[in-house]
């Protein structure tokens, strides 16, 4: 039997990348972003492009609904659509940071009650919200996203206990920093306004020691990879840092004391 994925923000980045290797290795894919655009993929009978808003819950109804009488059902959801921010937190408005948390936090809640029926009346299923390397190492400057990110981590692992008695298992990725992504495209860039001036000196540090970070950077591959083990795995395990940056700061979160770990966090993000 050929198993379904749906599969939000697959327009560019993460999700894109990942749609296709699910695609590659037999799947049938639900390939979901606001705007479809069915040129980013060769025609297929096992994919179909469609209209999802994880804003907007007649969109992702109309979506799960598509998805399921087309294939029949959806095995694996992978909530990966998200948006990025930049700047201090202290000039952030409350508007944008309401913003930020409607796709990256309430979005992946809204598409995951729109599945969760359809998988618990099935006894099996799998979620997998894509979050950050954030939520195992909070980096200055992000403050917001990380705190959308951060919900997610904690809702994930109470869903995980909470689905187990229907069968549906719940898992994490967690990308590195993938310079190759439209995070700052999708966060409209760089603002001026929310980096006040007596941040400039910090946010150059902090920027620099970006540009000479000890490991390689995350690519869309490594989060792909990633995500489709997280989709295949049966067992507990709920985290999957997906990079080499991200695998390296679980490590030291991991084996450094509180007090040391966030004096190397300091040291590496110029402070």
Not at 11 to 30: D, E, H, P, T, Y
Not at 131 to 150: D, E, F, Q, R, W
Not at 156 to 171: C, N, Q, T
Not at 189 to 196: C, N
């Amino acid at each position: 039997m050929t198993h379904t994925v749906l599969i939000t923000g697959c327009s560019s980045g993460f999700g894109l990348a990942s749609a296709k290797l699910f695609l590659a290795r037999g799947w049938n894919v639900i390939a979901t972003m606001r705007s479809p655009d069915p040129t980013l993929f060769e025609s297929h009978d096992r994919l179909l492009v469609t209209a999802l808003d994880v804003t907007a819950p007649h969109s992702i109804a109309e979506a799960v609904a598509k998805g399921i009488a087309r294939f029949g059902r959806i095995d694996v959801l992978v909530n990966n659509a998200g948006v990025g921010l930049f700047g201090a937190a202290e000039a952030t408005p409350a508007e944008l940071t309401q913003q930020v948390f409607e796709t990256n936090t309430f979005g992946v809640m809204a598409v995951a009650r729109a599945v969760i029926p359809h998988m618990r009346e099935r006894g099996s299923g799998t979620i997998v919200n894509v979050t950050s390397s954030v939520g195992i190492a909070p980096m200055p400057l992000v403050a917001v996203y990380t705190a959308s990110k951060y919900a997610i981590e904690g809702y994930s692992e109470a869903l995980a206990h909470e689905l187990a008695e229907f069968g549906v298992r719940v898992k994490i990725v967690q990308p590195g920093f993938a310079p190759t992504t439209s995070f700052a495209a999708k966060s409209g860039g760089r603002r001026d306004d929310l980096l006040p001036s007596a941040y400039t000196s910090f946010a150059g540090r902090y920027l620099q020691s970006m540009q000479n970070y000890p490991t390689a950077y995350t690519a869309e591959a490594d989060v792909a990879e990633a995500t489709y083990a997280a989709a295949l795995s049966s067992d507990d395990k709920l985290r999957y840092p997906a990079g080499a940056d991200s695998v390296m700061l679980a490590q030291l979160r991991q084996s450094l004391p509180e007090a040391d770990f966030m004096s190397r966090m300091r040291t590496m993000t110029g402070g």
